[in-house]
């Protein structure tokens, strides 16, 4: 049995929009409205059911909670924050406090405030000092009852549906010498998205804001409340090759263009890492791959691979998000312990990994695809809003209580 090392921290992570249940002041719920995504409405109901989900955590072994705030609820409007939104998640953050569950929260999850997207959201030249206005605002309200704050989670994923697939809004599909960004393979919606040339410089443009955006809102934090450790929530694909050069260099560019250059331009404005882990792409290699519900290649080990690309940073490391759409639970505990077994070599490895939050505590809304793909270790029935845990949430138990790899 692989051990981790003392205090590590164990957990699943959820986000706002895709498990509280109405959000309707956001972006994606005006995208529901326009019929270019399905509609969240209630969801899992999370915002009035979080101390139930928190005991199944607790239940389930967890000492840790990956969750994020939802921008829209504490800034309705352009400069005005509202009080009672900051109790409800001081209240959230209390919940979990109670059940020693230790709290790591995302500042901003991918949804953002009608009136900031309206204005242009981060393709305006002001939206980064906006956007750190509202981190510092939420860090000095409940920055005493949590240490651990990312700014913003996976930049890239987020800029490039936006703006190069036109899969998620605002919609903008990039072309390049001809050809469309993005499979129309069907396994993402895309309604309405025109390509166009220049949405390509506007996705660097907005790259560029995303990097400041970091920039700013890690200054304004640190210097409210210097104790905060603060991160960004990075997705990594582990491009890798059969080996032959040419491959090689596909995959390492890749990896700079889909993780590296980012990363550069922030790392010394950084005190740790969320890394967010679902893919490889193997340049070279035709295999076939057992298929997750997302139809992406079933890759655990890959997180290996994932992990390494950060260890240059020389930073504490916390995996944010890992895991698998399985609505069969069938793929699911194997998943895991590979997945486990790979951090664990990893930390053999010299990455100094903190923690493990699998994606997700409870089912939830898989954006563009609606609530069809389940990552849940906990089902959730829509109409009645039963919780029901998924066997591979006790082979997850089990691990936790040895602190290690054995199933
Ligand atoms: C996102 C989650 C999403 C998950 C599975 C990550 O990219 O942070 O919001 O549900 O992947 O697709």
Redesign the pocket.
């Known amino acids: 049995m692989i051990s981790f090392p003392k205090n590590f921290y164990w957990g699943a ?1 959820t ?1 706002s929009y ?1 498990v509280e249940g109405w959000n309707e002041n956001t972006d994606w719920a005006q995208a529901a409205k326009d019929g270019k995504v399905p509609k969240a409405g209630r969801l899992a109901d999370h915002y009035h059911r979080y101390e139930e989900d928190f005991d199944i955590a607790k239940e389930l072994g967890h000492n840790a909670h990956r969750f994020s705030i939802e921008w829209a609820r504490i800034e309705p409007e352009e400069g005005k924050f509202d009080y009672e939104e900051i109790e409800h998640y001081r209240q959230v953050l209390q919940a979990l406090r109670k059940r020693k569950i230790e709290p790591f929260i995302t500042l901003w ?2 949804t953002l405030p009608l009136w900031f997207a309206n204005r242009g959201g981060f393709e305006r030249n002001d939206s980064p000092q906006v956007f750190a206005r509202y981190c510092a605002f939420v860090t000095k309200e409940l920055g005493d009852l949590c240490t651990h704050f990312s700014t913003i ?2 930049p890239n ?1 987020w800029a490039g549906h936006g703006w190069l697939y036109g899969a998620w809004p605002p919609f903008k599909r990039a072309r390049i010498l001809g050809k469309k960004l993005g499979k129309d393979d069907g396994s993402t919606r895309r309604v309405g998205a025109i390509a166009k040339n220049r949405h390509v410089l506007t996705y660097f443009k907005v790259e560029r804001n995303l990097v400041r955006a970091h920039i700013e809102a890690y200054n304004a934090i640190k210097s409210a409340c210097p104790e905060i450790q603060v991160s960004v ?1 990075k ?1 990594v694909r582990w491009f890798t090759s059969d080996g032959r050069i040419s491959n090689r260099i596909k995959a390492a560019v890749m990896q700079y263009l889909q993780s590296g250059r980012y990363m550069k331009k922030i790392h010394r404005h950084l005190d740790e890492i969320g890394l ?1 882990y ?1 893919r490889v792409t193997k340049f070279g290699d035709n295999k076939n791959y057992l298929k997750t519900d ?1 139809n992406w290649d079933a890759f655990p080990s890959g997180i290996y691979g994932a992990l390494l690309t950060l260890k240059k940073y020389k930073k504490p490391v916390f995996v ?2 890992a ?1 698998l ?1 399985d609505a069969d639970d069938d793929m699911r505990a194997q998943y895991l312990q590979i997945q486990i077994a790979h951090t664990a070599k990893a930390i053999q490895a010299g990455v100094d990994v903190r923690g493990h939050m699998y ?2 505590l409870i089912d ?4 563009a ?1 609606g609530v069809d ?1 389940k ?1 849940g270790l906990v089902h959730v029935n829509y109409q009645t809003l039963e919780r029901t845990i998924r066997p591979s949430a006790l082979v997850y138990k089990k691990i936790i209580e040895r602190n290690g790899a054995g199933g």
Do not use: D, R
Not at 364 to 367: D, G, H, L, Q, T
């Open positions: 992570a986000a895709q999850h991918f989670n996976e994923v929530v997705h967010n679902y997302m944010s998000e895991g759409a994606w997700s939830n809304y898989e954006w695809l793909k990552f």
